[in-house]
């Protein structure tokens, strides 16, 4: 069975910083695409990052590129987003999802397996 939980959000203030960590079970993490998403509320979910199988490849939506950083280690099955600079705007539940197929893509339905998310709040 394959299961993503994500862990480490909560309220920061603006210009604050957070680390979301996201542990895998249930199948062959080091094969796969790792991409984070984001809803807030009322919002349809959204790309915000990517990481390839081996993690020499990295996407970034423009509205967190200079200010979050993915990662991940293939030993542990498990991938992190570094929030830095948080804004406001940022406020939303993320998501870590698994890409089953080749190559990067930044919509939701590409990706099969997605967590419960994790809130994320800044404050101003």
């Known amino acids: 069975e394959v299961q993503v939980v994500e862990s480490g959000g909560g309220l920061v203030p603006s210009g604050g910083s957070l680390r979301l960590s996201c542990a895998t079970s249930?199948?062959?993490?080091?094969?796969?695409?790792m991409g984070w998403f984001r809803q807030a509320p009322g919002t349809e979910r959204e790309f915000v990052a990517a990481?390839?199988?081996?993690?020499?490849?990295?996407q970034y939506a423009d509205s967190v590129k200079g200010r979050f950083t993915i990662s991940r280690d293939n030993a542990k099955n498990a991938v992190y987003l570094q929030m830095n600079s948080l804004k406001p705007e940022d406020t939303a539940v993320y998501y870590c999802?698994?890409?089953?197929?080749?190559?990067?893509?930044?919509?939701?339905?590409?990706?099969?397996?997605w967590g419960q998310g994790t809130q994320v709040t800044v404050s101003s």
């Open positions: 990481i390839s199988w081996s993690g020499g490849y990295t």
């Open positions: 999802a698994v890409r089953t197929n080749y190559g990067f893509r930044i919509l939701p339905g590409d990706y099969a397996y």
């Open positions: 249930g199948f062959t993490f080091g094969a796969y695409v």
